[in-house]
């Protein structure tokens, strides 16, 4: 079991930033795929970004030249840089964890980004 604290999220103006924050208890931080998932109410909780052990990153196609994701091993923190937001990236974000050995998955506890005029 892995906590992971999640910080950063908020209410924005269409086309503001935010950065969320994720830090984790995990022992050996890189081991894991590291990302953000969001879900907004009645759709499914959706894949916005993952960083993996190896160095990959992936992003949702709808955040694709907005969203930047990093990790800094030595913090043992992932962020998610959200740029030029709007409204429909109103959500709750999760931050992910995946042990590569073990293929455990953890989740944080959530953290709520409201773009709003």
């Known amino acids: 079991q892995v906590d992971l604290v999640e910080s950063g999220g908020g209410l924005v103006q269409p086309g503001g930033s935010l950065r969320l924050s994720c830090t984790g208890s995990?022992?050996?931080?890189?081991?894991?795929?590291m990302g953000w998932y969001r879900q907004s109410p009645g759709k499914q909780r959706e894949l916005v970004a993952l960083?993996?052990?190896?160095?990959?990153?992936n992003y949702a196609d709808s955040v694709k030249g907005r969203f930047t994701i990093s990790r800094e091993n030595s913090w043992k923190t992932v962020y998610l840089q959200m740029d030029s937001l709007k409204p429909e990236d109103t959500a709750v974000y999760y931050c992910?964890?995946?042990?590569?050995?073990?293929?455990?998955?953890?989740w944080g506890q959530g953290t709520q980004v409201t773009v709003s005029s």
């Open positions: 995990m022992p050996s931080f890189n081991i894991y795929n």
């Open positions: 992910y964890a995946q042990n590569v050995r073990t293929r455990l998955d953890d």
């Open positions: 960083t993996t052990a190896g160095g990959s990153i």
